[in-house]
């Protein structure tokens, strides 16, 4: 059974910064897309960023791009998302989510966990 | 705002079908094959539904279709349950530059 476990979320200042963490299991961590995707609250999902199942190729939205790294631990089966500059519009839920088929970083999002919570806010 | 148009809400009895409907551009929906749904309940985390258009993962009711045409992509719901009473999000994958994009969310209403 796949598993996704979110951590690291919380209440940070404007121009602060954070590390979400994701703990996987339950596949084949190394061959498959890893993504984050964000839902501010009351609104629609955004796609944030993901790390492709390939190799090492990372791919970020405009909106945080500059701000926000993806980067994983194949040894640990971790994903993380660091972020800094965070501003107001980036308070939302961030899940962790698993791309649907092997090796390719296109096809969606297969498995998602709970969430982690980001409040920006003075 | 959202790259991709859905409506708000759609509302249906039990037993009925209803369509949602996901409108994008040649950028996104119309020129890749790559368009998925997902389904969330309130204060849970998204279910994926459908992907490349047409394909439901294991375990997801084949009461849910997917189809697409041109620039939208639509998604299905035939004998409407009280528990398809959720959100639905459209997903497309938009190419290198832009890579996934969602619509605003559709909210199912079983009457």
């Known amino acids: 059974e796949v598993r996704l476990l979110e951590s690291g979320g919380g209440l940070v200042q404007p121009g602060g910064s954070l590390r979400l963490s994701c703990a996987a299991s339950?596949?084949?961590?190394?061959?498959?897309?890893m993504s984050w995707v964000r839902q501010a609250p009351g609104k629609g999902l955004e796609w944030v960023s993901s790390?492709?199942?390939?190799?090492?190729?990372?791919y970020y939205a405009e909106s945080v791009k500059g701000r926000f790294t993806i980067s994983r631990d194949i040894s640990n089966n971790m994903v993380y998302l660091q972020m800094s500059s965070l501003r107001a519009e980036d308070t939302a839920t961030y899940y962790c989510?698993?791309?649907?088929?092997?090796?390719?970083?296109?096809?969606?999002?297969?498995?998602w966990g709970q969430g982690t919570l980001v409040l920006v806010s003075s | 705002q959202s790259a991709l148009t859905q409506p708000a809400s759609v509302s249906g009895s039990p037993g009925q079908s209803i369509t949602i409907s996901c409108t994008g551009s040649d950028s996104d929906v119309g020129g890749y094959d790559l368009v998925s749904w997902y389904q969330q309940y309130p204060g849970k985390a998204p279910k994926l539904i459908i992907y490349?258009?047409?394909k439901r993962p294991s375990g997801i009711s084949t009461r849910f279709s997917g189809s697409k045409s041109g620039n939208t992509a639509s998604l299905t719901i035939s004998g409407l349950q009280a528990e398809d009473e959720a959100d639905y999000h459209c997903c497309s994958f938009a190419g290198d530059f832009a890579f996934f994009v969602f619509g605003p969310g559709t909210r199912v209403t079983v009457l």
């Open positions: 790390f492709s199942g390939r190799g090492e190729t990372t």
């Open positions: 989510a698993k791309g649907v088929v092997r090796l390719r970083e296109d096809r969606g999002f297969e498995s």
């Open positions: 339950g596949f084949t961590f190394s061959i498959y897309a």
């Open positions: 490349e258009v047409f």
